[in-house]
């Protein structure tokens, strides 16, 4: 990706439950975003100044839409998204971001 760039990924068939979408990029990479919606509404989002965001949100299950933008850094970079079940009890401190 290069900066200023955002790119989305439609994925079918979630299941229902807590999920975490995940997004990395490389050296070149100082600032990722990610959001995570449903039917047009956002279940998630990471827009903290880092280079790995994380948005934890629950899915109701069917098609979610990831995107991920390229917000800062000093050149193209690699970047790579997953979408994670986790456990109900499990939580990422600091890294949500409901609406």
């Known amino acids: 990706m290069r ?3 955002m790119h989305s990924v439609t994925l079918n068939g979630v299941g229902r439950g807590p ?4 997004a990395v990029g490389d050296n070149f990479a ?3 975003d990610i959001a995570v919606l449903q039917g047009g509404r956002v279940l998630g989002i990471d827009t903290m100044r ?3 965001p994380i ?3 629950n899915s109701n299950g069917g098609s979610l839409e990831l995107r991920v933008s390229y917000e800062t850094g000093s050149g193209p970079s690699l970047v790579l998204m997953a979408l ?3 456990a109900p ?3 990422l401190p600091g890294r949500t ?3």
């Open 97 to 99: 971001g409901r609406l």
């Open 89 to 91: 009890s499990t939580a």
């Open 30 to 32: 100082h600032d990722l």
């Open 3 to 5: 900066v200023g760039e």
């Open 84 to 86: 994670l079940e986790r």
């Open 55 to 57: 948005a934890v949100f």
């Open 50 to 52: 880092d280079a790995m």
């Open 19 to 22: 999920h975490a979408a995940v």
